[in-house]
C-alpha cells in the first residue's frame, strides 16, 4: 500500500494535466490534490505511533487523590481498565478502526493493535462482570458492569449511528461509576472480589488467547500442521516415516496485521498485570505467586521494546534478516508459560 501510495501524487498530477491541456487550473488542482497527500501520509505516520505505558501506581494513587477517596482493592483494576479505553479514544488520530477517510482508511497497522487491545478489555469486563464483583453464583451482577460490557463488545467498525467511540464513551462512564461506588464507604453494593478463583477463570481464558497470538505469530514462516500430519500417519507400520502434514503460513498481507495485533494485546496486558500485581496482592503472597506475575510483567514489557524497523521485518528463523513476528511470538510464549504456572499456583489449597 505504500509503494501505492507514494505513487499516487505523481500520477494524478499526469492525469489532471493531461485533462486540462496542462492549462493553470489542471495545475492548481494537482497541486492541492498532492499537498492534500502529502499532508495525509504525514498525519498517517503520526497516527500509526503506538501509546506510551505508564505507571499504573502513579495513575492509581493520582486518581485516588483526585476523587479523594482511599485505593481500595480493586481500584488499581478498575481505573487501569479506564484509562486503558481512554487510550484508545483519545491517542493519536483518535480511534481509526472506522475511519472512512485519509488517512485512517490507508492504515492498517493501529487498528490492529486498536483491536489486539479491544480484545483484553473485552475479557477483562466480562471477568469482572461475571466472577470479579459477585461473591458466588448465586449473587446479582453488578448494574454498572452490566452497563459496560456490552458498550466494549459492540461492533469496532461502526462509523456512526450509533458510532463505536459513542458506544466505548458509555462502557468508560458506567466502569467510571462502579469505581465511584467501588471507593465509595457508603455504597458497599459495589464489590471486588480479589479471589484466587476470580482470577484462575479469567487466567483460562487469557491462556487461549496468548496461545493463538504465538501459534499465528510463528507460522510467518510456516509451520506444519500437526493434525493433518496425524490423519496421514499409517498406524499399520510403526517403522514408516512420519509425515510432516502441509505447512501452515500466514499470508505475507497479515503478516503485519498479526504482529500488531499482538503488540495491542501486549501492552494491554502489561497494565492489566500491574494492576493485578496490586489488586491480588494479598492472594498472591498467600499462593507464593508473585514471582509467576512479575515474570509475566517482564516478558511483557520486552514484548513493547521499540520498533527500529520502518516495517515488520519476516526474515527466516536463523536468516540474515531479523523475523519480528518470531521475536513476538518468543515474548508471548514465555508469558503464556508463566500464565499456566500462576493458574497451577491459584488452584493449590
Known amino acids: 500500500m505504500l509503494e501505492r501510495i507514494k505513487k499516487l501524487p505523481t500520477t494524478l498530477w499526469l492525469n489532471l494535466k493531461s485533462m486540462s491541456g496542462g492549462g493553470r487550473t489542471g495545475k492548481l488542482i494537482a497541486t492541492v ?98 466472577d470479579i464483583s459477585r461473591s458466588q453464583s448465586q449473587s446479582a451482577e453488578d448494574s454498572d458492569l452490566v452497563d459496560a460490557e456490552p458498550q466494549f463488545h459492540f461492533d469496532s467498525e461502526s462509523w456512526m449511528l450509533p458510532s463505536t467511540e459513542a458506544e466505548y464513551r458509555q462502557g468508560i462512564r458506567a466502569l467510571d461509576r462502579y469505581l465511584d461506588r467501588l471507593s465509595h464507604p457508603d455504597q458497599p453494593e459495589a464489590r471486588f472480589f480479589a479471589r484466587a478463583d476470580n482470577l484462575n477463570n479469567w487466567l483460562g481464558d487469557l491462556e487461549t488467547r496468548l496461545g493463538s497470538l504465538s501459534r499465528t505469530l510463528s507460522e510467518s514462516v510456516g509451520k506444519p500442521s500437526v493434525n493433518e500430519a496425524l490423519a496421514a500417519q499409517d498406524d499399520s507400520d510403526p517403522l514408516a516415516e512420519e509425515d510432516r502434514g502441509e505447512d501452515i503460513k500466514t499470508p505475507w498481507t497479515q503478516r503485519d496485521n498479526v504482529f500488531y495485533e499482538a503488540r495491542g494485546a501486549s501492552w494491554a496486558l502489561l497494565h492489566i498485570f500491574r494492576a493485578i500485581e496490586v489488586d491480588f496482592r494479598k492472594v498472591l503472597s498467600d499462593k507464593n505467586a508473585q514471582a509467576s506475575v512479575r515474570q509475566i510483567i517482564i516478558e511483557l514489557e520486552e514484548s513493547q521494546a521499540t520498533m527500529w524497523s520502518p516495517m515488520v521485518l519476516n526474515g527466516s528463523g536463523f536468516g540474515l534478516l531479523a523475523n519480528h513476528s518470531l521475536t513476538m511470538a518468543a515474548y508471548l510464549s514465555r508469558a503464556n508459560s508463566a500464565v499456566s504456572d500462576l493458574r497451577a499456583l491459584l488452584s493449590q489449597g
Open 33 to 130: 490534490v498532492v499537498v492534500y497527500l502529502a499532508i495525509t501520509i504525514i498525519l498517517g505516520m503520526y497516527w500509526s505511533s503506538e501509546p506510551d505505558t505508564f505507571s499504573v501506581r502513579e495513575h492509581t494513587r493520582t486518581l485516588a487523590t483526585e476523587m479523594n477517596r482511599e485505593p481500595v482493592i480493586g481500584f488499581a483494576t478498575t481505573s487501569t481498565m479506564i484509562r486503558i479505553a481512554e487510550t484508545l479514544l483519545d491517542k493519536p488520530g483518535g480511534y481509526i478502526s472506522n475511519d472512512i477517510f485519509p488517512p485512517g482508511l490507508w492504515l492498517d497497522n493501529m487498528p490492529s493493535w486498536e483491536y489486539g487491545v479491544l480484545i483484553q478489555m473485552r475479557d477483562l469486563t466480562r471477568a469482572m462482570r461475571r
